[in-house]
């Protein structure tokens, strides 16, 4: 079937003029941003990239990408008729040249109608009876389509994915709700008391239409808001797609964008507590905000995709392809509403998470401690926990989190604790000065980090202050999201000796510095400000024995196994990334506290949790999500699909309680210095009972405190053993 007809050309016509074709001011803005964020690259980024035939070929294929994540609007002969600039991209920036990107928008717009002329004729079609067997969901793995009647057979195959997960989400849903109407009617036999009405039993051709109806919805949203895409939205693609070729963290900001990035840097964020990103046609999470209300609920979790937004009572919106911005507005809201996400996990499970919208709670987000006992085994230890490496502009008081680790460290040695844990888990870092200021704190002096400017030899970053807060055995606690400064810490207190490092495969592996730039600054002169920000990358980390965080991250003494271990998370997941790379080492030493071989204590802690079934299931579980996450190409058939779900779902119940069990053995006690604070109001105290509650389930937290007992009786029995 064509649908490049004489309309869709005449309707083209129109939108190309009206909202993409650019006025004169647009133009001289454009290229007064491309100019200074060339010159900015050119100047400050870190690793300089060469504009050259291949600069161009990565262009083309990462705008590509952006343009069309799934490959659902572009066919073979547009890409080819683009592909005449694959080498001229480079040629065209340096002369300021717009060619390539205005053709693009031509062409994705003819596409975009295209594509909604498509899906008018698949969304009436017999979804039961059409012929299509399975559907790559991985767009790696996909072609484009050779022509229009290909692509129209993708749209098909995509629809009727959407189809068969409604149905089958829906007749679970109603059949969940039967089986609770019995058991509760069961239950209540015999009570006369008024009951509320409940929802009407639908027949499958009733669901079946209602999926029907619930996907035409969401996709005329859907082409509505592309429809409103405006030529900045591209050109803001576009230059993106400049600057990630460089690495994946620098990128240009509107002025709208900076302001909410500011925002979300200053602990400011209301709704759901979570900050998110656009990865492809969806939303991720990229991170839970310590104290917020997805971080309390626990089911929400970093790399979720978020697939539609429903308002309690209200129909699901479908936010596929939705700009960041406009999720958020959706996804934020007045305190005390409920908000519904339907979330594809990274195993490929479809899920809704109910979320009642609050405050985010600032002091959640703060370092805090408590003492920890397993009776006869060890007893008095200190733990503190550090969500993040905030600085000092964040707190009314003035003190950064350097200092208030530094408080609790003195709260728990007036305790004469025999160890400290510090969790550096889901850190995803923050202030450079103090997490050196925090390193010094276990050590007498010296080197903490290397910082290394493009073409300059690397500075150190030092501890001058030879006190020592805390001299005692000492375990630092990381995960696959504990990154930048979290990596410094945990990495300096491997290569000083100082501490066992516990925790995933290894951490997030990012060790790279980023700092914004004022475009506006580039012109003396310019009646068109603002012009937004660049976030450029200009500094790379180094250990203090001369090895980069980047990329490999920090491997921890003890690996613990989790649900991502089989999965590569983290830097690792991005394109263009920097490579590793390593300097020279600087001379550094303490004399604080003497290590026990961390061989004798890897081998203890993995022959107890190879006897501990909790470990075990993890690693089951581990295995599970990486074969669900690798199986892209999914059955049609809605009998088969329905099994294969079905499947997952019982697998699955196998683990759901995992991480439900409390620690049998494990007292958890709030610092009597602290209760006075905790009890001064309620909300107070119910936010320490579920962070103590968390605790109680911790496993790992179990096992790093059998390690604080094997290190010690190494020692000699010592519980501060010195050299």
């Not at 990596?487 to 491997?494: G, Y």
Request: charged fraction near 30%; glycine fraction near 6%.
């Amino acid at each position: 079937m064509k649908w490049k007809g004489i309309l869709v050309a005449a309707m083209l016509s129109s939108i190309v003029l009206w909202s993409f074709n650019p006025g004169q001011e647009e133009q001289e803005k454009e290229q007064l941003i491309l100019n200074a964020v060339l010159q900015y690259l050119e100047a400050l980024h870190f690793l300089p990239q060469d504009l050259n035939d291949d600069f161009s070929s990565q262009v083309f294929d990462e705008y590509l990408l952006a343009l069309d994540p799934s490959k659902r609007f572009l066919i073979q002969s547009e890409i080819d008729e683009l592909n005449v600039y694959r080498s001229q991209i480079d040629n065209q920036i340096k002369l300021r040249n717009f060619d390539f990107f205005d053709s693009s928008i031509v062409i994705i717009n003819e596409a975009t109608t295209r594509a909604k002329n498509i899906f008018d004729v698949v969304i009436n079609k017999d979804l039961d009876a059409v012929d299509v067997q399975s559907v790559e969901m991985d767009r790696k793995k996909r072609q484009y389509s050779a022509d229009d009647t290909e692509l129209e057979q993708l749209w098909t195959k995509l629809i009727k994915y959407d189809y068969n997960n409604r149905v089958k989400n829906a007749i679970d849903e109603q059949e969940s709700r039967q089986e609770k109407s019995e058991k509760k009617a069961m239950a209540d036999s015999g009570d006369t008391s008024e009951e509320k009405e409940e929802e009407p039993i639908k027949t499958i051709e009733e669901i079946k239409a209602d999926a029907k109806e619930k996907i035409a919805d969401s996709y005329k949203e859907w082409f509505k808001r592309l429809d409103d895409s405006r030529r900045s939205d591209r050109f803001e693609a576009y230059i993106n797609s400049i600057t990630h070729i460089f690495d994946p963290h620098t990128d240009f900001y509107n002025p709208k964008e900076k302001t909410d990035f500011d925002i979300r840097m200053g602990g400011k964020l209301e709704g759901i507590g979570a900050r998110l990103q656009t990865s492809g046609d969806f939303t991720k999470v990229s991170t839970i905000i310590p104290g917020g209300p997805a971080y309390k609920g626990k089911e929400l979790e970093v790399d979720d995709l978020i697939t539609a937004v429903t308002q309690k009572g209200g129909e699901p919106l479908d936010i596929t392809g939705m700009r960041i911005s406009d999720v958020v507005t959706h996804i934020r809201g007045k305190k005390g509403t409920i908000v519904i996400l339907t979330v594809k996990k990274v195993d490929g499970s479809i899920v809704d998470i109910e979320i009642e919208r609050d405050e985010v709670i600032i002091d959640e987000g703060f370092a805090r401690s408590l003492t920890l006992d397993i009776p006869d085994v060890v007893e008095n230890v200190g733990y503190i926990k550090l969500p993040k490496f905030y600085s000092s502009f964040e707190k009314k008081n003035g003190n950064s989190c350097a200092k208030d680790v530094a408080e609790e460290i003195a709260k728990l040695n007036a305790l004469n604790v025999n160890a400290i844990i510090l969790d550096l888990r889901n850190n995803g870092g923050g202030s450079l000065t103090d997490v050196v200021e925090m390193s010094g704190l276990f050590i007498e002096d010296g080197p903490i980090v290397q910082v290394k400017p493009r073409d300059k030899p690397a500075y150190v970053y030092e501890d001058e202050d030879s006190a020592v807060q805390y001299d005692g055995p000492l375990i630092v606690m990381v995960n696959q999201f504990s990154a930048s400064a979290s990596e410094i810490l945990a990495a300096a207190v491997q290569d000083y000796d100082r501490a066992i490092v516990v925790g995933s495969t290894s951490t997030f592996g990012k060790g790279t510095v980023q700092r914004f730039v004022d475009l506006d600054r580039a012109y003396k002169q310019n009646d068109l400000k603002p012009l937004g920000q660049l976030k450029i990358t200009m500094q790379k980390f180094f250990r203090v024995n001369g090895g980069s965080t980047q990329l490999e991250g920090v491997t921890p003494d003890i690996i613990f196994p989790d649900n991502y271990h089989y999965i590569e998370t983290g830097e690792k997941d991005y394109e263009h990334v920097m490579e590793w790379t390593e300097i020279s080492p600087v001379p550094y030493s303490q004399d604080v506290y003497k290590l026990p071989a961390r061989e004798v204590l890897r081998e203890k802690s993995e022959q107890r949790m190879g006897q501990k079934e909790n470990f075990q299931l993890v690693l089951e579980n581990a295995k599970r999500l990486k074969e669900n996450r690798d199986m892209t190409e999914y059955p049609l058939s809605y009998e088969t699909y329905s099994t294969l779900i079905d499947n997952r779902e019982t697998e699955a119940e196998k683990y759901a309680d995992l991480f439900d069990e409390k620690i049998a053995d494990l007292k958890i006690h709030n610092l009597a210095v602290d209760q006075e604070y905790i009890n001064s109001d309620e909300s107070r105290q119910a936010r320490n009972e579920d962070w103590i509650e968390g605790v109680s389930k911790d496993f790992y937290l179990e096992e790093t405190m059998y390690i604080l007992k094997d290190m010690i009786v190494a020692n000699n029995g010592e519980l501060a053993a010195k050299k």
